[in-house]
């Protein structure tokens, strides 16, 4: 790969008594993105910009929704939350969990608040008071222009419950518990589209943990029960949560694919990654594990597609309903409670979180779904206190994504300098990973009716790195809008009445009718530029 280099030129002249005269010429020659519009990898699915609502720590209660405050109208919701949800353009929003669904129970949380049952919460060790559940998330969802999706208990939950669930939502009248959605005072049905058939049934730590064959019997008795139910439902399995070295994630993945390959639409994988060595180039560098997990998953779908009996229904995607940076709450102390999972974001975590949006996008043909874990104070984009709120470093590259990421992601070729890592976890209790030949430039990009966005990350802490845009087939034409997402180091965060990192439009790139633009990009920043492309 040609990366930096400098020519040398000897200019030899042989005078009289043998006289040599040498002159050198040197030049560096720029990083290079090449970019044909006719390399298509996939459609970029709207719901890759999704997020995750659980009951754990603050998300729901003191987050999305808090009775008897200031902030919260008349329903208990958190305007100033919603504003800021609203403005992040959430895709699809995944619900009630995670660790707690597996011990909850839907039937709980509908009905007359006041009647409803508090229970104890054992997954993170708090209460639950149940008065927040099915009808009040699927308002919220609509109020913030999300697409619900529900996650059934698999745990110590039954198939008949996860059927009832169904149809309480999505059947308009006549059987038992739809009737019931009428008398709550919801005449019509919800729709709801998406059901994971339960949460990280590899892992050890689920209330009702099973293994590949238990869990794979139970869930496509549930997905047949569900599925004649609401025969247009997308069912998503629970695949790889444990990375631990004792475990075998692609063992369970191999199980669950071939057993489910004619009933499942999606495989769920979930990644957290941390940098608790505080090792700025290894932790910039784990989006490449994710999309390296992703290239052995893919392979395996690709496999089981052969043989499988789907009829009309479209091949099995991956959907990355689970992914960020975790590890500064994940004390004993920080991990139960009203305050748990609570990260306070810098800015190389956003940076890691604009690598796996890349990631999302580069692989745009298998990965047709992602929610980043959560939405409101526990690991997540929003943090509030009872007084007000502020947008965390992470909020602002998902914010960018959401809204100009669309269209067909190209196939980008990407000429930089690049990196070796250490052996390192990529997060706590996961398996060690080293990473050769990362490039500082982390580059993705859609093309939607000839409009071009290209993101790229810089994942050098110290250099602007100069950098050619080259169009292959087409040319660039008019103003090119640009975005930068940066602070003053890679440490630097946010704070209630304090952002220092933030997305900031910076002076457009005119240009005419040419097939180069020359752009240097910030040391630690999140750049995107957005224009048109002419094709030829």
């Given at each position: 790969?040609?990366?930096?280099?400098?020519?040398?030129?000897?200019?030899?002249?042989?005078?009289?008594?043998?006289?040599?005269?040498?002159?050198?010429?040197?030049?560096?020659?720029?990083?290079?993105?090449?970019?044909?519009?006719?390399?298509?990898?996939?459609?970029?699915?709207?719901?890759?910009?999704?997020?995750?609502?659980?009951?754990?720590?603050?998300?729901?209660?003191?987050?999305?929704?808090?009775?008897?405050?200031?902030?919260?109208?008349?329903?208990?919701?958190?305007?100033d939350?919603?504003?800021?949800?609203?403005?992040?353009?959430?895709?699809?929003?995944?619900?009630?969990?995670?660790?707690?669904?597996?011990?909850?129970?839907?039937?709980?949380?509908?009905?007359?608040?006041?009647?409803?049952?508090?229970?104890?919460?054992?997954?993170?060790?708090?209460?639950?008071?149940?008065?927040?559940?099915?009808?009040?998330?699927?308002?919220?969802?609509?109020?913030?222009?999300?697409?619900?999706?529900?996650?059934?208990?698999?745990?110590?939950g039954?198939?008949?419950?996860?059927?009832?669930?169904?149809?309480?939502?999505?059947?308009?009248?006549?059987?038992?518990y739809?009737?019931?959605?009428?008398?709550?005072?919801?005449?019509?049905?919800?729709?709801?589209?998406?059901?994971?058939?339960?949460?990280?049934?590899?892992?050890?730590?689920?209330?009702?943990?099973?293994?590949?064959?238990?869990y794979?019997k139970?869930?496509?008795?549930?997905?047949?029960?569900?599925?004649?139910?609401?025969?247009?439902?997308?069912?998503?399995?629970?695949?790889?949560?444990?990375?631990?070295?004792?475990?075998?994630?692609?063992?369970?993945?191999?199980?669950?694919?071939?057993?489910?390959?004619?009933?499942?639409?999606?495989?769920?994988?979930?990644?957290?990654?941390?940098?608790?060595?505080?090792?700025y180039?290894?932790?910039?560098?784990?989006?490449?594990?994710?999309?390296?997990?992703?290239r052995?998953?893919?392979?395996?779908?690709?496999?089981?597609?052969?043989?499988?009996?789907?009829?009309?229904?479209p091949?099995?995607?991956?959907?990355?309903?689970?992914?960020?940076?975790?590890?500064?709450?994940?004390?004993?102390?920080?991990?139960?409670?009203?305050?748990?999972?609570?990260?306070?974001?810098?800015?190389?975590?956003?940076?890691?979180?604009s690598?796996?949006?890349?990631?999302f996008?580069?692989?745009?043909?298998?990965?047709?779904?992602?929610?980043?874990?959560?939405?409101?104070?526990?690991?997540?984009?929003?943090?509030?206190?009872?007084?007000?709120?502020?947008?965390?470093?992470?909020?602002?590259?998902?914010?960018?994504?959401?809204?100009?990421?669309?269209?067909?992601?190209?196939?980008?070729?990407?000429?930089?300098?690049?990196?070796?890592?250490?052996?390192?976890?990529?997060?706590?209790?996961?398996?060690?990973?080293?990473?050769k030949?990362?490039?500082?430039?982390?580059?993705?990009?859609?093309?939607?009716?000839?409009?071009?966005?290209?993101?790229?990350?810089?994942?050098?802490?110290?250099?602007?790195?100069?950098?050619?845009?080259?169009?292959?087939?087409?040319?660039?034409?008019?103003?090119?809008?640009?975005?930068?997402?940066?602070?003053?180091?890679?440490?630097?965060?946010?704070?209630?009445?304090?952002?220092?990192?933030?997305?900031?439009?910076?002076?457009?790139?005119?240009?005419?009718?040419?097939n180069?633009?020359?752009?240097?990009?910030?040391?630690?920043?999140?750049?995107?530029?957005?224009?048109?492309?002419?094709?030829?």
């Amino acid at each position: 790969m040609i990366t930096k280099y400098k020519i040398r030129i000897a200019l030899c002249l042989i005078l009289t008594g043998g006289l040599i005269l040498s002159a050198f010429i040197a030049e560096s020659q720029n990083a290079r993105i090449k970019i044909d519009i006719d390399r298509k990898i996939g459609d970029v699915d709207k719901n890759l910009f999704g997020n995750f609502v659980e009951h754990l720590g603050r998300c729901v209660y003191g987050g999305i929704y808090e009775e008897g405050s200031t902030l919260s109208d008349e329903n208990g919701v958190r305007l100033d939350v919603l504003d800021a949800v609203k403005d992040l353009n959430v895709s699809i929003t995944r619900y009630p969990g995670g660790n707690f669904v597996s011990n909850y129970h839907w039937k709980d949380g509908i009905g007359p608040k006041d009647q409803r049952p508090p229970r104890m919460e054992l997954a993170w060790e708090r209460l639950e008071t149940n008065r927040f559940g099915t009808d009040e998330f699927v308002n919220y969802a609509r109020r913030m222009n999300t697409e619900p999706y529900f996650s059934v208990n698999m745990g110590t939950g039954s198939i008949e419950e996860a059927q009832q669930w169904v149809e309480y939502c999505n059947v308009k009248g006549g059987p038992y518990y739809a009737e019931l959605r009428k008398k709550n005072g919801f005449s019509e049905p919800y729709n709801i589209k998406y059901w994971s058939l339960g949460n990280e049934m590899d892992g050890f730590w689920q209330m009702g943990h099973l293994n590949a064959e238990d869990y794979s019997k139970k869930a496509l008795e549930a997905a047949k029960l569900m599925r004649l139910t609401s025969p247009d439902i997308k069912l998503i399995a629970a695949g790889s949560s444990n990375y631990r070295p004792e475990a075998d994630p692609n063992e369970w993945n191999a199980k669950i694919l071939h057993e489910l390959r004619d009933v499942i639409d999606y495989l769920a994988l979930h990644m957290y990654v941390g940098n608790p060595d505080d090792n700025y180039y290894n932790f910039v560098s784990t989006p490449r594990v994710l999309e390296e997990r992703t290239r052995v998953v893919k392979g395996m779908i690709d496999r089981e597609m052969q043989n499988a009996k789907r009829g009309n229904r479209p091949p099995i995607y991956i959907a990355w309903d689970e992914y960020n940076i975790w590890y500064r709450a994940r004390a004993e102390k920080s991990m139960a409670g009203t305050r748990a999972l609570e990260e306070h974001y810098n800015l190389e975590d956003a940076l890691v979180i604009s690598g796996f949006l890349n990631a999302f996008i580069r692989n745009a043909d298998i990965v047709k779904m992602a929610n980043m874990a959560q939405l409101v104070n526990v690991i997540a984009p929003i943090f509030t206190n009872d007084k007000g709120m502020f947008k965390q470093t992470i909020y602002y590259p998902m914010q960018l994504f959401a809204k100009n990421m669309h269209g067909t992601a190209l196939n980008l070729q990407v000429d930089c300098e690049t990196y070796n890592t250490e052996k390192f976890f990529i997060g706590l209790g996961e398996s060690t990973t080293q990473q050769k030949n990362v490039p500082f430039l982390d580059v993705s990009a859609t093309c939607n009716n000839n409009e071009l966005t290209l993101c790229v990350v810089n994942r050098n802490k110290e250099k602007a790195i100069p950098t050619d845009l080259i169009s292959q087939e087409g040319l660039f034409n008019g103003d090119f809008e640009v975005y930068e997402v940066n602070g003053p180091d890679i440490k630097a965060g946010n704070d209630f009445g304090k952002t220092v990192v933030e997305t900031i439009k910076k002076p457009s790139i005119k240009v005419k009718k040419t097939n180069k633009i020359s752009y240097s990009f910030a040391p630690h920043s999140i750049t995107m530029i957005k224009g048109s492309i002419e094709k030829l």
